[in-house]
């Protein structure tokens, strides 16, 4: 299974930025799909989770209002629309697959067994 994200860059304050996640390797219609954030110094935290349709999804208080996930079954692609960012969202972006049956969607870290390589976001003030 792998997990290609991109779309990550450097923006102002303010300004947008759309992640994608390319997977292969999966049914990726089967898996309910998430995005976390690892910040310097650090944990890894959730962001956004959708489900397996894209029917339903969840988001971080911190993010909610702000940011969209939306998913392309046809093009195994998960999304990630940023607007309004912040300095404080700056991170190190992952996207994850979830395991089988974990329900429609989950926000446990753990709860994903399949990891992109994560793509940088810095926001300027």
């Known amino acids: 299974v792998q997990l290609q994200a991109s779309g990550g860059g450097l923006v102002q304050a303010g300004g947008s930025l759309r992640l994608s996640c390319a997977a292969s390797?999966?049914?990726?219609?089967?898996?309910?799909m998430g995005w976390f954030r690892q910040a310097p110094g650090k944990e890894r935290e959730f962001v956004a989770t959708i489900s397996r349709t894209g029917a339903t999804t969840y988001y971080a208080n911190s993010v909610k209002g702000r940011f969209t996930t939306s998913r392309d079954n046809a093009k195994n692609t998960v999304y990630l629309q940023m607007n309004s960012l912040k300095p404080e969202d700056t991170a190190v972006y992952y996207c994850a697959s979830a395991r089988l049956g974990v329900g429609i969607y989950t926000t446990r870290l753990t709860e994903y067994d399949y990891w992109g390589q994560g793509t940088q976001v810095t926001v300027s003030s």
């Open positions: 390797g999966r049914t990726f219609s089967s898996y309910a």
